[in-house]
């Protein structure tokens, strides 16, 4: 059973990087057709997709979100990682990490939440 679970700081000041990462147990980043992808949900709104790293390591991102989103991923420790830059307090949000396989998310994290704020 493919598992996955986000961490990160919870609290993050305006302007500075978040920077969260998701641990895969079950099954491996770099299967054929899979993806991690980053979602993120703020309060009171829907989900919002933010990107996403391939098996390959070919990346995708937000078009809105682009400028400020680096993900990464480290294939040893099947993991990969957000960065997302210069935060602002819209960007509090509950954060979630998910797999792609069969052309849909089966497997999602727990979600961890990010409050931007001073």
């Known amino acids: 059973q493919v598992q996955l679970q986000e961490s990160g700081p919870g609290l993050v000041k305006p302007s500075q990087t978040l920077s969260l990462t998701c641990t895969v147990s079950?099954?491996?980043?770099?299967?054929?057709?899979?993806?991690c992808a980053w979602i993120r949900q703020p309060p009171g709104k829907g989900l919002e997709w933010i990107g996403r790293i391939n098996y390959e390591g070919i990346l995708a991102y937000s078009p809105s979100l682009r400028s400020r989103t680096s993900i990464s991923r480290n294939t040893s420790k099947n993991q990969c990682t957000l960065q997302l830059s210069s935060v602002k307090p819209e960007d509090t949000a509950l954060y979630y990490c998910?797999?792609?396989?069969?052309?849909?998310?089966?497997?999602w994290g727990q979600g961890t939440p990010v409050t931007v704020s001073s």
């Open positions: 998910a797999r792609y396989e069969d052309l849909r998310y089966p497997y």
């Open positions: 079950g099954g491996s980043i770099t299967t054929t057709g899979t993806h």
